[in-house]
C-alpha cells in the first residue's frame, strides 16, 4: 500500500493535498470537512491589505455594492462575511486549534509595512506556516519590472526577518523569470513556493457594452503552465515547490510530482466535486502509485524534471518549436501545415 506522506514547507503532512486559499478556508464549517475528508493541510483565506486599511464597514460596503451587481457570479462564496484584520487573526486562531491537520495562514499586503507587521501577527496565531500572496497588477506605464521584482523579494525579507515560522511564497507566473524571483526569495529566507496564483480577468459584455467582472473556476488545460516551470524549477531553486492551478485529478497529481512538486492545492476540485472529494482523489492517487510500483512520494518526485527528463529540451523552447513544426496534427479541422 503506497506511502502517501510528504514533507513541505518544514511540516510533516500525511499526504500531498493542500485545500488551497479560499472561501472554503474562510468557514469553519467547510475547514472541517476537508479535515474530515483527508487533505494533508489547509491555507486559510488570505487577510487582504483592504481589510486592513478600510476596516470592516467600509469593506462590507464596498463589497455588498460589488456583489448585488455581480450576484449570479459570486454566489459561489459560501456564507460570506467580511472580517476586519483583527477578527481575521482570532479567527484563524480559531482554525489553527479547531484542526489537527497543519493550518497555513495567508496575507495578500501591499506595502512593506503591512506585509511585515501583519505577517508578524498571523504568525501569533500559532499557525504552521505563512503563505505571502503576491496578487497585483501592474497598472502604472513608469513602472519599471525590475522595481517591482525588488519590491516583491523586498517583502519577503521583511516578513523573514520578524517571523520565525516557515514562510512560503503564492507567487504571480507573470515575471520575466519566474526562477530568478524565487531565486532571490530564497537567498532571503523563503522555505517554498506556490507556483501558481490565479488572476481572474474582467472581461467586457459586448452587447450592454459594459465591463464584467466573470468568475470562472480554472480549466484542466490550465495546469501546464504550473507544471512547466514546477518542472523548470525542480532541483534547481531552493525551496519547496507546491503546484497549484487546475489540480483536479488524481493523475494531475502524480503529474506534479513527477515534475518536482511535493505537494499540490487543489480549490476548484473542491468546488465542483464537493468537500469529500480529497477522499475519493487521494484513494485514486494511492492507487495509481501501487500501480506504477512506487512505494513512497520520493521515489518518483522530479523523475521528469528539467535535470532528469529524457528529453533535455522538453521543457524549454525546442518543444515549442517541435509542435509547430510537426506536420501530423492537426488544429480543430485543419492538420498543421
Ligand atoms: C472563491 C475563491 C476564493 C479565493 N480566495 C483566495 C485567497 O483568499 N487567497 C489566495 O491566495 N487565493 C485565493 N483563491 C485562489 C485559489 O487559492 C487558487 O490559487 C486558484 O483557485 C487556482 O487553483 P484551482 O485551480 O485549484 O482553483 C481563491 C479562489 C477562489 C475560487
Redesign the pocket.
Known amino acids: 500500500m503506497a506511502d502517501l506522506r510528504t514533507t513541505c514547507f518544514g511540516l510533516d503532512l500525511k499526504n500531498p493535498v493542500i485545500a488551497?486559499?479560499?472561501?472554503?478556508?474562510?468557514n469553519m464549517e467547510t475547514l472541517k470537512g476537508l479535515e474530515a475528508s483527508g487533505v494533508g493541510a489547509v491555507?486559510i483565506?488570505?487577510l487582504?491589505e483592504e481589510q486592513i486599511r478600510l476596516g470592516h464597514d467600509r469593506l462590507e460596503d464596498l463589497l455588498m455594492g460589488f456583489d448585488s451587481r455581480e450576484q449570479p457570479e459570486i454566489s459561489?462564496?459560501p456564507g460570506m462575511a467580511y472580517a476586519g484584520p483583527e477578527e481575521h487573526l482570532e479567527w484563524v486562531s480559531k482554525a489553527k486549534r479547531s484542526l489537527e491537520i497543519p493550518v497555513v495562514a495567508?496575507l495578500?499586503a501591499v506595502t512593506a509595512e503591512t506585509w511585515a507587521e501583519w505577517a508578524r501577527k498571523l504568525a501569533q496565531t500559532g499557525v504552521d506556516a505563512l503563505?505571502l500572496?503576491f496578487?497585483a497588477t501592474p497598472v502604472d506605464p513608469d513602472k519599471k519590472g525590475s522595481d517591482i521584482e525588488d519590491e516583491h523579494v523586498n517583502a519577503v525579507v521583511r516578513v523573514c526577518k520578524v517571523v520565525t515560522v516557515p514562510v512560503a511564497v503564492?507567487l504571480s507566473p507573470f515575471y520575466a523569470n519566474p526562477l530568478h524571483v524565487m531565486k532571490r526569495m530564497a537567498e532571503a529566507g523563503a522555505c517554498g513556493f506556490?507556483l501558481?496564483?490565479?488572476f481572474f480577468q474582467p472581461d467586457i459584455d459586448a452587447e450592454t457594452e459594459k465591463p464584467r467582472f466573470v468568475?470562472d473556476?480554472?480549466e484542466a488545460e490550465?495546469?501546464r503552465l504550473p507544471l512547466r516551470f514546477t518542472a523548470l524549477a525542480s532541483g534547481r531553486v531552493k525551496g519547496d515547490l507546491v503546484a497549484?492551478?487546475?489540480?483536479?485529478t488524481a493523475a494531475d497529481i502524480a503529474k506534479m510530482i513527477l515534475a518536482g512538486a511535493k505537494a499540490v492545492?487543489?480549490?476548484?476540485?473542491f468546488?465542483r466535486h464537493g468537500l469529500d472529494y480529497a477522499g475519493t482523489v487521494l484513494s485514486d492517487f494511492s492507487s495509481w502509485m501501487d500501480r506504477h510500483g512506487h512505494r513512497t512520494i520520493e521515489d518518483f518526485r522530479g523523475r521528469l524534471d528539467k535535470r532528469h527528463a529524457e528529453d533535455p529540451h522538453a521543457w524549454e523552447r525546442a518543444q515549442y518549436v517541435r509542435i509547430l513544426m510537426r506536420s501530423d496534427a492537426s488544429v480543430g479541422r485543419y492538420p498543421l501545415l
Open positions: 488551497g486559499a479560499s472561501r472554503l478556508t474562510a491555507v483565506a488570505s487582504f459561489i462564496f495567508s495578500n503563505e500572496n496578487y503564492k506556490v501558481f496564483n490565479r468568475f473556476l480554472s490550465e495546469n497549484s492551478t487546475a489540480v483536479l492545492q487543489m480549490v476548484t476540485a468546488y
